[in-house]
Each structure stands twice: as structure tokens, then as C-alpha cells.
Nanobody, 119 residues
Framework: QVQVVESGGGLVQAGESLRLSCVASRSIFSINVMGWYRQAPGKERELVADISSGGTRNYADAVKGRFTISSDNAKNTVYLQMNSLKPEDTAVYYC?????????????WGQGTQVTVSS
């Protein structure tokens, strides 16, 4: 198992930046994929970005060119740098870890961190 804890959310104005951090309870070297989802009020949870253990990055179209996901294996941490924030980026952002253990994949989620972007 792995526990993940997010931090870095807050209230910003449109056009500003935030960096979210997701710290894992153990080494992330062997975790297949880590990433971020978000959920806005009244909407379904959606993928924002993820990064594989091999370094492959994947982004939602809505954030391409504005958000950057990165990882620091030495700190067991995944980051989401969010630039040029828009009001529509307002949501609770959740970190997750997707790991193969034996024959099965498991998903582990954080509690979420609120990001609010005012216009």
C-alpha cells in the first residue's frame, strides 16, 4: 500500500500560478503511474495529468501548455505546476497512485486540495 497526501492548493486570481505537491508514504520508484485528477462542483472527476514510472507524461487537453507534472523520486513527491490559471480550473485536486502488485492493479487516493481561481 501507499498513502499520498496533497498540499499547495489555495485561492488565486486568474492568470496566477500554483504548485501542488503530492507526497507518497514510500518510494514512488516502483509505482506505475502517479497523477492528478480534479473535481469541480456538480461535475465528474476528470484526469488532469499523470506521469509514468518511465517518465511519460499525459495531460488533459484543457491544461496542455499551462500545467506541468513532474516527479522527484528522492523526495517521493509528484508536483503539478499550474500556470495561467483560469476560473474553470477551480476544483478539488486529488493525487493518485496506480500500482501493479502481484496480478492486480491498485489505486490509492489522497484527500484532495482545493484550488479556487477568481476572475
Amino acid at each position: 500500500q501507499v498513502q499520498v497526501v496533497e498540499s499547495g492548493g489555495g485561492l488565486v486570481q486568474a492568470g496566477e500560478s500554483l504548485r501542488l505537491s503530492c507526497v507518497a508514504s514510500r518510494s514512488i520508484f516502483s509505482i506505475n503511474v502517479m497523477g492528478w485528477y480534479r473535481q469541480a462542483p456538480g461535475k465528474e472527476r476528470e484526469l488532469v495529468a499523470d506521469i509514468s514510472s518511465g517518465g511519460t507524461r499525459n495531460y488533459a487537453d484543457a491544461v496542455k501548455g499551462r500545467f506541468t507534472i513532474s516527479s522527484d523520486n528522492a523526495k517521493n513527491t509528484v508536483y503539478l505546476q499550474m500556470n495561467s490559471l483560469k476560473p474553470e480550473d477551480t476544483a478539488v485536486y486529488y493525487c493518485y497512485a496506480h500500482e501493479l502488485s502481484g496480478l492486480y492493479y491498485y489505486d490509492y487516493w489522497g484527500q484532495g486540495t482545493q484550488v479556487t481561481v477568481s476572475s
